[in-house]
Nanobody, 124 residues
Framework: QVQLVESGGGAVQPGGSLRLSCVASGSIFSANVMGWFRQAPGKQRELVAYITEDGSTNYAESVKGRFAISGDFAKNAVYLQMNSLTPEDTAAYYC??????????????????WGQGTLVTVSS
């Protein structure tokens, strides 16, 4: 199995910054797309940003110019630098990865994996 472990969430004042990290562990895994989603209370989960193995990135309009995603696909890791945070950024942030995994000849293939989520609270 492949697990994604997130870290870096917490509480911050408006205008502050946080950096989220996500690393895959477990079975042999080679991610080719990694990204971040978030879900605020009472709202649907939404895409924040993603990055592909070739370095292409995509951002939600609401975070463009404030958030920056980066990845280290050799480590199956993805990071999200969040600046100029506002209360509207308060949410549980989830890491997601798509890629090929190998456990044995009977358990291998292309999969999608989600992290457990890390909470970001922006409040004065």
């Amino acid at each position: 199995q492949v697990q994604l472990v997130e870290s870096g969430g917490g509480a911050v004042q408006p205008g502050g910054s946080l950096r989220l990290s996500c690393v895959a562990s477990g079975s042999i895994f080679s991610a080719n797309v990694m990204g971040w989603f978030r879900q605020a209370p009472g709202k649907q989960r939404e895409l924040v940003a993603y990055i592909t193995e070739d370095g292409s990135t995509n951002y939600a309009e609401s975070v463009k110019g404030r958030f920056a995603i980066s990845g280290d696909f050799a480590k199956n890791a993805v990071y999200l630098q969040m600046n100029s945070l506002t209360p509207e950024d308060t949410a549980a942030y989830y890491c997601k990865a798509n890629g090929n995994y190998y456990e044995d000849m009977y358990n291998q293939g292309y999969i999608e994996v989600w992290g457990q989520g890390t909470l970001v609270t922006v409040s004065s």
